[in-house]
């Protein structure tokens, strides 16, 4: 299958940093990312679609002044967690889909596990 | 917005036994449902779909049923392993305008007890 690569795998940082995530497609170009946050025992949220090119569609209730998502080139989204705090601690996940023009499976990266301290 | 409910959120069976996950999803133009496994820590990884045009999917032990009617689809998985422990996320998927954008049910972490 498709290969999503997310980076890091995991990250600690002070509070009132920020912090970057960058989420690749190796294989496939991807003009569509997704990221999500997911805390222990519950379901992945999505947060944000991410379009190349142009602005992320933020959900409802996401900050997108706090979760800052850059959708580059058709391989490369980041998502930078600006001024983190405790509250931001969570594990983020970014998908990509193979072909826009069907619905099919979203390819997963390995996920980050942020820890703000 | 569509809405997946999923049921149980905790399933435990011992091995060898069948373990049914159920989802429902609100919106009729849904019209792909994916089912993925996400081991502790790891990413998610699709383990079977089903498409609004068919009512039964199976691989080896595992099989989905889709009911567009009553808009509920399940997930059958028989001869449990204990290696088949995990979440199991439920999704519809659906494009409001844009992408396809799949809507995930909570989640259901099946413990499979040897």
């Known amino acids: ?117 | 917005g569509e809405n997946v409910e999923q049921h149980p959120s905790t399933l435990s069976v011992q091995e060898g036994d069948s373990a049914v996950i159920k989802c429902t999803y609100s919106d009729s133009a849904s019209n792909y449902f994916p089912w993925y496994k996400q081991e502790l820590g790891k990413r998610p990884q699709l383990i079977i779909d089903i498409r609004s045009n068919v009512g039964e999917k199976k691989d080896q032990r595992i099989a989905v049923t889709l009911n567009k009617t009553a808009k509920h689809f399940s997930l059958h998985i028989t001869e449990t392993q204990p290696e088949d422990s995990a979440v199991y996320f439920c999704a519809a998927s659906i494009k409001p305008g844009g992408s396809y954008i799949p809507t995930f049910g909570r989640g259901t972490s099946l413990i499979v007890h040897p």
């Not at chain 1, 997911?38 to 949220?45: D, E, I, N, T, V």
């Not at chain 1, 996940?93 to 826009?100: G, P």
């Open chain 1, 1 to 117: 299958g498709a290969v999503v690569s997310q980076h890091p795998s995991w990250v600690i940082c002070k509070s009132g940093t920020s912090v970057k995530i960058e989420c690749r497609s190796l294989d496939f170009q991807a003009t569509t990312m997704f990221w999500y946050r997911q805390f222990p025992k519950q379901s992945l949220m999505l947060m944000a679609t991410s379009n190349e090119g142009s602005k992320a569609t933020y959900e409802q209730g996401v900050e997108k002044d706090k979760f800052l998502i850059n959708h580059a080139s058709l391989t490369l989204s980041t998502l930078t967690v600006t001024s983190a705090h405790p509250e931001d601690s969570s594990f983020y996940i970014c998908s990509a889909r193979v072909s826009e023009e069907h619905n099919t499976e979203a390819f997963f990266g390995q996920g980050t596990r942020l820890t703000v301290v």
